[in-house]
């Protein structure tokens, strides 16, 4: 399980008739605040840290950021309340925080509809 620790806001900016690298077919929505990416193999948070779902996505709260130590920390603080049923949460490399990046968009470079952007106003 990997967790979402980016602070994500704004409103994609892609080019028109893009073929996505990260499209919505290839992540599964397991109803519980994780998609699971069947390319990688990866369960991931749908919400950046400090957010979190009532009746929309990733709409209460505010997006958290952290250093490396108190991310790591925050990793061991969502283990402890086992998120989604799962107590194997961890940050993820380089490489696994890639696979998920939308290379076609920026502001935020990342598939929206799977990892909601609901904080725009902070």
Known sequence: MVLVLIPM???ATCPPNLTLTTPDSRFT???????SDELTGLMW??????????????DTGGSATY?????????WTVNGVGFAG???WRLPNLKELASIVEQGC????INET???VADRHG
């Not at 929505?29 to 998609?35: I, K, R």
């Not at 948070?45 to 990733?58: F, I, R």
């Not at 920026?106 to 470079?109: G, L, Q």
């Open 106 to 109: 920026h502001e935020p470079s």
């Open 9 to 11: 806001a704004g409103q």
């Open 114 to 116: 799977l990892f909601p």
């Open 29 to 35: 929505d397991n109803g519980d605040g994780t998609v």
């Open 45 to 58: 948070k749908q919400c950046s840290e400090g957010l979190s779902t009532t009746t929309t996505a990733c």
């Open 86 to 88: 799962n107590n194997d």
């Open 67 to 75: 250093g490396w130590q108190s991310a790591l920390g925050q990793a």
